[in-house]
């Protein structure tokens, strides 16, 4: 059976790599890209490199967010578990951390390790 650490850091690059940066990659297109996309095309046919990157921060913010709320429903909330599963053993997630609802987010946490965007700079 692998380690609780070994869990939380599967668990942590999942979340990350399959949603973080999934989502975050579409505002890291090109400007120009992205003022081709329709729906899109009037909010950054004049962005600036400034803007962008404040929005970028901005789009990084409102998901870290989303992921602790998202956490925090399973600490919160007896009825919902997040069960790691191997062969015959289930271990429940909120019980092997201290707070996973901070795991992606904390110093050093999820996001500031794995995160292609993110890596080794928080």
């Known amino acids: 059976m692998k380690s609780n650490k070994e869990i ?13 940066d999934n989502q975050l990659s579409f505002i890291k297109n090109d400007i120009k890209d ?4 329709e729906g899109y095309m ?3 046919k004049n962005m600036s490199e400034t803007q962008k990157t404040e929005i970028e ?3 990084s913010e409102i998901l870290k967010g989303f992921l602790f709320d998202i956490l925090r429903i399973f600490e919160e909330n007896d009825g919902f578990k997040i069960i790691f599963k191997e062969k015959n053993n289930q271990i429940d997630l909120t019980e092997i951390s201290e707070m996973l609802k901070a795991e992606p987010i904390i ?3 999820w996001i500031s390790r794995y995160s292609t965007y993110f890596k080794n700079k928080s």
């Open 34 to 37: 992205l003022a081709l996309t």
């Open 107 to 109: 110093e050093n946490g």
């Open 42 to 44: 009037n909010l950054f």
């Open 8 to 20: 939380l850091d599967t668990f942590g690059k999942l979340i990350v790599k399959e949603a973080f």
């Open 57 to 59: 921060h901005y789009t």
